[in-house]
T-cell receptor, first 110, second 116 residues
Framework: TQLLEQSPQFLSIQEGENLTVYCNSS?????LQWYRQEPGEGPVLLVT?????EVKKLKRLTFQFGDARKDSSLHITAAQPGDTGLYLC??????????FGTGTRLQVFP | EAQVTQNPRYLITVTGKKLTVTCSQN?????MSWYRQDPGLGLRQIYY???????DKGDVPEGYKVSRKEKRNFPLILESPSPNQTSLYFC???????????????FGPGTRLTVL
């Protein structure tokens, strides 16, 4: 059983469209991170959310942590080809183990 | 430049031939870990280390060994590789926060291993 479920698994869209990806769990977490991984590289941290209901913005990316701290969403406005990549959520489990979701693979076509 | 380095980047080997993938970080991080990435399964933690001489199993430790003799290095050892260990491997490091809040993981560039 996967601790973190991400949806959708794959997403192909045209440049300029908006999209939302989700990270869900039945467990409560003290924080949640989002990473982006581009082909041939390791994941890079985008954001860490800590407070239930927290919203953070990073240019065209908006991250929200659920009120109950069990889930999170990532919304991209006016997607660009440079947003293409694998988006991973991650949580700290038992204070010392980092668990990743299965990821959402996003392809943005010009 | 702050970075995590892994070597080799690509490796093709045969079943049973012992191999070591090296990992080194220059950020003085306490926490280091190894992950494998497989299609549809995401990143799964193999082993992690919270400091020198302190290591612990992640979710998929079978068939792997690690050591942490120095703070900067965290090699991954496959004593007798098998085809099911064909995967993309990442080393990562971070500071270790006792607050329970995840700190930023810095990943290496990955090692693509094929075991025939």
């Amino acid at each position: 059983t996967q601790l973190l479920e991400q949806s959708p698994q794959f997403l192909s869209i045209q440049e300029g469209e908006n999209l939302t990806v989700y990270c869900n769990s039945s467990s409560v977490f003290s924080s949640l991170q989002w990473y982006r991984q581009e082909p041939g590289e390791g994941p890079v941290l985008l954001v860490t959310v800590v407070t239930g209901g927290e919203v953070k913005k990073l240019k065209r990316l908006t991250f929200q942590f659920g009120d109950a701290r069990k889930d999170s969403s990532l919304h991209i406005t006016a997607a660009q080809p440079g947003d293409t990549g694998l988006y991973l959520c991650a949580v700290l489990y038992n204070t010392d183990k980092l668990i990743f979701g299965t990821g959402t693979r996003l392809q943005v076509f010009p | 430049e702050a970075q995590v380095t892994q070597n080799p980047r690509y490796l093709i080997t045969v079943t049973g031939k012992k191999l070591t993938v090296t990992c080194s970080q220059n950020m003085n991080h306490e926490y280091m870990s190894w992950y494998r990435q497989d299609p549809g399964l995401g990143l799964r933690q193999i082993y992690y280390s919270m400091n020198v001489e302190v290591t612990d199993k992640g979710d998929v430790p079978e068939g792997y060994k690690v050591s942490r003799k120095e703070k900067r290095n965290f090699p991954l050892i496959l004593e007798s590789p098998s085809p099911n260990q064909t995967s993309l491997y990442f080393c990562a490091s971070s500071i270790f926060l006792t607050s329970g809040i995840g700190s930023e993981q810095f990943f290496g560039p990955g090692t693509r291993l094929t075991v025939l």
